[in-house]
Structure formats: C-alpha cells, structure tokens
C-alpha cells in the first residue's frame, strides 16, 4: 500500500463545492494507497456566473499588502473583507478561521512594512485550517519548525527533511495532517517577521518535501515490525486536468494526455512554461525514486501522468485551432522541445490547422512561428508541399 501526499492546487479548493470534492477524496482514498497527508494550497479563481472575471485569494492579500504599506486603511479594509467573505463562504462559522481572519486583517496592516511573504501565506494557512477542520485531521503550521529556511531566506532542506520526519512521520490509524504549502518560518519560526515563502506554485514543493521525508523514514524502518505493509509514497499532485499535457488543452482541443514522463522531461516542461507543477517539485524525490502522480480532482477514475524515470515516448500531434494565437503556437512549440531536449526522443508537430489572424494564409501563419521560434533559439523542421505543421 502507498503513502500519499496528496496535494491539491487553487482550481481544487477554489469554492465550497470543490473543498466538498476534495474532502470526499481524502475520506475516500483508492484500495492501494492512504491519504494521511495533505497539502493545500490558498482558493483559485471561481467559475462565475455569466463569464465575470475572478480574482486569486493570493493576489487579494497582496493587494492588502500594498495598501497597509501606503496606509489606506478604508480601502485595506475593504479588501480584507472581500477575503474574509470569501473564506467564510467555504466554511461558515468556523471559529478558528474567524480568528484566524481576525489575526490576518490586525498582522497585515502592523506589519506593511514586511515584505510580501507573511501576507502571501495567509491564503494558504487559511485554507489550511478549513481542510483540517472538514477532515478531522490534525493542523499543521509549516513555520513552525517544518519548513525551514535560512537567514538569507532560503530553503534549508536538510533541516526541512529532519522536522518534517518528526513532525508527521506515518502513524497507522492515525488521523492524519493537513499541512498549508507555499511558506514556512525562517529558523522555524512563525512569526510575521520571520514568515518566509516559496515562488508561486510552491505548494508542490512542499508536497514533495513531505513525500522525500516519508520516504526517507519508510527506509529507514523498513525492518521495523511496527512499520506496517506500506510499500512506498507517492505524491498525488491533484489539479482541474486528468494529467499533463504535451500542450495547453483549452487551447488545444485535440491535445493528449501524457501517460508517463521522467523527472526530467517534467523538469524541462516546467522551466519550459507549463503550469501543471513548479519546477522544483521533482528535485526532492529523484534520489528517492518517490514518482509523482498528476491527476485531475474531478476526474477518480482518470489515469493521470506518473512522473518518474520512465519517459514519454513518440510522437504528440497538436492541432491549433483559429482561437489559438500564433504566440500560443509558439509557446507550445517550446514545451514540445524541453520534451525532446529531456532526452526523450519525443517529437512534436504542432499543426496550424486554421490561420490564427484574418487573411494570412497557413504558410505565412508557419513562416512567422518559423520566425519567432529561431528567435528564441529553438530546433525546427518546415516541412515540404502541403503537408501542414512544423516539427520540432
């Protein structure tokens, strides 16, 4: 049986619906796995009625940052309760969160002379207390002596492994933790000063922090008596898409679902532009062998991409269709080449199956990709007569 660090991103937790779903998947695991670790991450932009634009909670609060630092308290106040309302929708009357708010609204205005950290990583402790709270599961403050970094506010891994081991090492019938990613506390303190945080998407690093940890105790008891059946961890990586995709698939209708990718490849990918994880999600667990699992929240019977030393192989073919941009096109192009230049062999034809802009014809529509690609130093071949696309 595996160990799971289940990970959920913004588009996961976004509304009381999703939050709802999620909680039903962590009561829920699948036969061969436990899910007794979870990470959050701060609510996504909602789908609102009739198309209305959404903002991040992350960029709320950094929007109140900005305000306490030029002490406009009307209109800090204001966006505070914007968030607070937001918060409260996903779980009414939850007297932690209340306080929790209340503590946000008093810390960030004191402290506007901070830098951004402390208030980015309030959407994430929030949410942390709401999923703890519908799960039953225990809290767990990532600065406090967890997530470690140094005086120069970097990550101090070594220190982070050792913590988190004995902080949350697996307990068999044990109720398991609900872990806010994103920031921890530097020397392990919580403080507002001392809050210190990740670049954005770090909520997967902090999954795989917890899953590398779990790892390295799961080895080191590996004759212990006590330790159970466990077989080993896997960091589920849950998102709005069944996996990663060789392009955008909501510019892409016809764009697949990668079943296997390599640490590399995905590593690649992700400096490359591609959303699905940060890109130094997978550092912590190659040594380990610890694979990642991407699959979508919405989707339980989704296959997903495991991400592990088995790499993609063949060839992807994407059709752009009108609604792509020629600067998507390229774009696309260039996730297709870090998969190759991973060293998978793959290659990619990116098809411009209908012209991006009104009178240009597909051969200048390629031409002008041909172009922008040179210039960014990427690989191509234009292929001959009326045979469409070009490859990478």
């Known amino acids: 049986m595996l160990r799971a660090v ?17 909680v039903s998947l962590i009561k829920a695991p699948p036969a061969d796995r436990t899910r007794q670790h979870v990470v959050v991450s701060a609510p996504g932009k909602r789908t609102l009625p009739g198309g209305a634009a959404d903002i991040k909670v992350t960029d709320l609060l950094l929007k109140a940052h900005g305000l306490a630092a030029a002490k406009s308290r009307a209109e800090y106040d204001a966006t505070m309760s914007t968030i607070a309302a ?34 980015a990583s309030r959407g994430e ?14 809290f767990v403050n990532p600065a406090e002596d967890f997530i470690i970094f140094g005086e120069d506010r970097k990550l101090d891994a070594a220190r982070t492994l050792e913590a988190v081991r004995r902080r949350v090492a697996c307990q068999p019938g044990a109720p398991g933790f609900v872990i806010p990613g994103f920031f921890g506390g530097v020397g ?29 105790d799961l080895k080191t008891s590996a004759h212990d008596p006590g330790a159970g059946d466990f077989g080993g961890v896997v960091h ?45 999600a997978v550092t912590p667990l190659v040594s380990l062998g ?17 991400i592990s030393t088995k790499a993609a192989e063949g060839e992807e073919v994407a059709a752009l269709p009108s609604a792509a941009t020629t600067e998507a096109s390229v774009l696309a192009l260039g996730r297709a080449t870090a998969l190759a230049v ?16 009104p009178g240009l014809g597909r051969r200048a529509v390629e031409s002008r990709l041909a172009a922008a690609l040179t210039a960014r130093g990427l690989a191509f071949t234009q292929p001959k007569g009326d045979e469409g696309g070009l490859g990478v």
Not at 6 to 22: E, L
Not at 298 to 305: N, P, Q, R, S
């Open 342 to 357: 991973a060293g998978s062999g793959s290659r990619v034809t990116v098809v411009c199956k209908e012209v991006a802009e």
């Open 188 to 216: 392990g303190k919580a403080t507002p000063q001392m809050v210190a945080t990740m670049s954005r998407g770090g909520s997967d690093v902090t999954a795989s922090l917890v899953a590398a940890a779990l790892a390295t």
């Open 236 to 280: 589920e990586n849950f998102t709005d898409v069944d996996g990663v995709y060789s392009t955008d698939p909501r510019l892409c209708p016809t764009a697949k679902s990668m079943p296997n990718l390599s640490y590399a490849q995905t590593h690649a990918l992700a400096l490359a532009g591609a959303g699905v994880l940060h890109p130094d």
């Open 6 to 22: 289940s990970k959920f991103g913004g588009s996961s937790v976004a509304d009381a619906a999703c939050v709802s779903r999620v």
């Open 290 to 306: 610890v694979p990642i699992h991407v699959r979508s929240t919405w989707d339980a019977e989704g296959k997903g991409t495991w």
């Open 86 to 119: 937001r918060f409260m929708e996903l779980c009414p009357g939850l007297g932690s969160l209340q306080a929790g708010l209340d503590a946000a609204a008093r810390d960030i205005y004191d402290h506007g002379e901070l830098d951004t950290g402390f208030a």
């Open 125 to 138: 402790y929030l949410n942390g207390l709401i999923v703890a709270h519908e799960t039953g599961m225990e």
